[in-house]
């Protein structure tokens, strides 16, 4: 079983910057498109960011210019930069995991991480 674990979330001030960190078992970054997502109170859940086999990354419009992903093939781990974090980007993010090669826009993603928490005051 894929296991995703989140870390690096917390709380920062409108402007201020943060780096979401996945590390992954029983699978391999570098093989398969991986995503994060996000879910606000009361609102559905959203794709943030998407990397696939080949490195080509995608993005939604709301985060384009402001968040970066990436992945560590040595340490199995995928990245969220964020920076210029604007209150709107409150929200639980998760990693996940879509084991084929390339991705589908935000769909297709079978394994999730238990999200982390990110604040951001205004």
């Known amino acids: 079983q894929v296991q995703l674990v989140e870390s690096g979330g917390g709380s920062v001030q409108a402007g201020g910057s943060l780096r979401l960190s996945c590390a992954v078992s029983r699978a391999t970054v570098s093989n398969y498109c991986m995503g994060w997502f996000r879910q606000a109170p009361g609102e559905e859940r959203e794709g943030v960011a998407t990397i696939n086999s080949d490195g080509i990354a995608n993005y939604a419009n709301s985060v384009k210019d402001r968040f970066t992903i990436s992945r560590d093939n040595a340490k199995n781990t995928l990245f969220l930069q964020m920076n210029r974090l604007k209150p709107e980007d409150n929200a639980m993010y998760y990693c996940?995991?879509?084991?084929?090669?390339?991705?589908?826009?935000?769909?297709?993603?079978?394994?999730w991480g238990q999200g982390t928490q990110v604040t951001v005051s205004s």
């Open positions: 996940a995991a879509r084991l084929v090669k390339t991705c589908s826009i935000w769909l297709g993603f079978k394994y």
